[in-house]
């Protein structure tokens, strides 16, 4: 068939498209009707069996060609987009997605802030002792370092492991982080510890709670900036799905932290997805960071892939510092001590490598 030829038809269906386009929105208005007088009566707008009814004669009615599968279908989509139209529920963007020409969101951390220059928080993996903890501030702070990381509660996989010191190790974290004018982050495994945690500048949900919602909706009704971690096995939607539940719950401080997702590969302990960084950066204005800590499992390659984070767009990088990683009561293999730390500056420091295309 000759191209020309093909205009008529695509006018007729543009017509066609047309007449069902003001069919579909008679039936809206049939239906509006049908919602008020259910209104009246009490009775919910949702009526399952009427609407297997009607696509049931709907199919039995069909002369084809089209398949009643296909009918069956058109026409279950239509009946959800008209319920969900009336009931005003339906999807809309989410209150975390970056708008059109949106600009990056920042909020102050105790006497910092996130979402501006990238930062580096940094610290044990638990808080183990007031020697411990003090001397690690004191050293992060004369590095320049604002934010004090350490755990109180830890969501140990075994029960028999240590467990954390709980409120002690909080009183002994944010005691150090103020001696040193840092910003503390603390991980709340429960919602209960809530009251007692609001005492840490910032609140993280750990990979194994991202969709803990009750704990979740409390974050989002207590006032102080979270750290939502990414689930070692979750898509990006549904770690926007999660920030979505702190903020709809009142709460807009809250910045996402990719730290590896689970793979098969045996060689690191998650896989570090640098991808979702780039993507969050696309998907969202809330400050996006990434822990190389926990993506890794090991400290041997942590300044590669804080370096890989920073060039993709990460507004801040966590790891876990420890002056003695040997004796750490958790993570002892990935934690870097103090001379680490500071070849570890010093990587990240490094401009990244001019490509071979651009040398002069
Ligand atoms: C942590 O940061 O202490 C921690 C347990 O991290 P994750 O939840 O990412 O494993
Ligand atoms: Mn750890």
């Known amino acids: 068939m000759e191209n020309t030829d093909l205009a008529p038809l ?44 009607m696509i049931a004669a709907l199919v039995q009615a069909n002369p084809g060609p089209f398949p009643h599968a296909a ?24 209150l975390v997605s970056r708008k059109a020409g949106e600009a990056d969101r920042s909020f102050a951390v105790g006497p910092h802030r996130l979402g501006d220059a990238p930062v580096l928080i940094a610290g044990p993996c638990s808080v183990e002792s007031e020697e411990q903890i003090f001397s690690t501030a004191r050293f992060l702070a004369s590095r320049g370092v604002r934010f004090l990381r350490g755990g109180a509660w830890k969501p140990r996989t075994s ?19 103020r001696e040193s004018g840092m910003a503390c982050v603390t991980e709340v495994v429960d919602p209960r510890h809530l009251e007692l945690a609001c005492n840490a500048d ?12 009750e704990l979740l909706k409390e974050l989002g009704r207590c006032g102080r900036p979270v750290l939502l971690k990414r689930g070692m096995a979750s898509t990006l939607d549904e770690l926007l799905n999660a920030a979505e539940y702190i903020v709809s719950h009142g709460n807009p401080h809250v910045a996402l932290c990719e730290r590896g997702v689970r793979t098969f590969e045996k060689q690191t302990r998650n896989t570090f997805d640098t991808s979702a960084i780039a993507l969050l950066r696309q998907l969202t204005p809330l400050p996006v960071l990434a822990d190389v800590s926990h993506a890794a499992g090991r400290r041997d390659i942590l300044a590669p892939l804080g370096r890989a984070a920073l060039a993709a767009g990460a507004q801040g990088v966590m790891l876990e510092v420890h002056p003695h990683p040997a004796i750490a009561r958790s993570d002892a293999q990935q934690q870097l001590d103090f001379p680490a730390f500071d070849a570890f500056l010093t990587a990240l420091e490094r401009p990244l490598t001019t490509l071979d295309a651009r040398a002069p």
């Open 159 to 177: 029960p028999y492991e240590f467990q954390g010191l709980g409120k002690d190790g909080l009183e002994l974290l944010v005691a150090a982080a």
């Open 10 to 53: 695509r006018a007729q269906i543009d017509v066609l498209n047309l007449e069902l386009l003001a069919l579909l929105n008679q039936r809206i208005e049939v239906a509006r009707k049908i919602r008020d007088q259910k209104r009246l009566l009490g009775q919910p707008l949702y009526d399952p069996e009427r609407e297997l009814k």
């Open 202 to 213: 910032l609140l993280q949900v750990g990979t194994r709670n991202m969709q803990n919602f």
């Open 71 to 94: 009918v069956a279908h058109l026409f279950s989509e239509i009946a959800r987009a008209t319920v969900e139209h009336l009931e005003g529920t339906e999807r809309r963007s989410l």
